[in-house]
Structure formats: C-alpha cells, structure tokens
Nanobody, 119 residues
Framework: QVQLVESGGGLVQAGGSLRLSCVAS????????MGWFRQAPGKERDIVAG????????YYADSLKGRFTISRDNGKNTVYLQMNSLKLEDTAVYYC????????????WGQGTQVTVSA
C-alpha cells in the first residue's frame, strides 16, 4: 500500500532552518505531483508548496515565497522542503501528500512531522 513518511521536524529557534523529507513507497513516485501542507493548532490544513512529477514546476503559498523551497529526487522516492528564516508562525505539523497528474485532489497523506519554532 501507499506510504508517505515524513521526517526532519523538530524544535528550532526563530531565524533558523530545517529540511523536511518525505519518503514514498507503494507507488510509482515519478508519476505523481507532490505537495507539502501544514496545520497549526486550531487552524485548517493549508498548502505550503507543490511540485510537479518532474520537478520542473513548483508552487508556493504567497506568504512563504523566498523562505521555503520544495524539491524532489525521483531516484530516492523523496520530496524535500527546505525551510529558512523560520518564524514563530511556522509552528505546525507538516504533511506531505501525493496527487495524480491532472487531478485536483491529493490522494494519500503522511502522518506528519512537528515543527516548533521558538523565540
């Protein structure tokens, strides 16, 4: 079955950096677009960034452009999220998900990894 496993979260001071990883199994990874989402306590889950199957196209939430970078390595079935200049408001659980090409919906989700930014 499809599994997405995130890692790389943790506690970091404001202004610091983290790189999240999401390893996929049970699917032909290069056939799917991938996305990172986040959910802060008491808030809805929002998209952070997306990347096309080839890595040639990326999308970012407007508020995160310039600080976060999404990338993927199809040889390693892994999608990454590099997060720089972290702010307190970036504290959330971060999830990765896959999306079939041309589909508006994300299909499978990982269990999430906690990112906590401290002052």
């Amino acid at each position: 079955q499809v599994q997405l496993v995130e890692s790389g979260g943790g506690l970091v001071q404001a202004g610091g950096s983290l790189r999240l990883s999401c390893v996929a199994s049970g699917l032909t990874f290069r056939s799917y677009d991938m996305g990172w989402f986040r959910q802060a306590p008491g808030k809805e889950r929002d998209i952070v960034a997306g990347i096309s199957w080839s890595g040639g196209n990326t999308y970012y939430a407007d508020s995160l452009k310039g600080r976060f970078t999404i990338s993927r390595d199809n040889g390693k079935n892994t999608v990454y999220l590099q997060m720089n200049s972290l702010k307190l408001e970036d504290t959330a659980v971060y999830y990765c998900a896959n999306k079939a090409l041309q589909s508006p919906e994300y299909d499978y989700w990982g269990q999430g990894t906690q990112v906590t930014v401290s002052a």
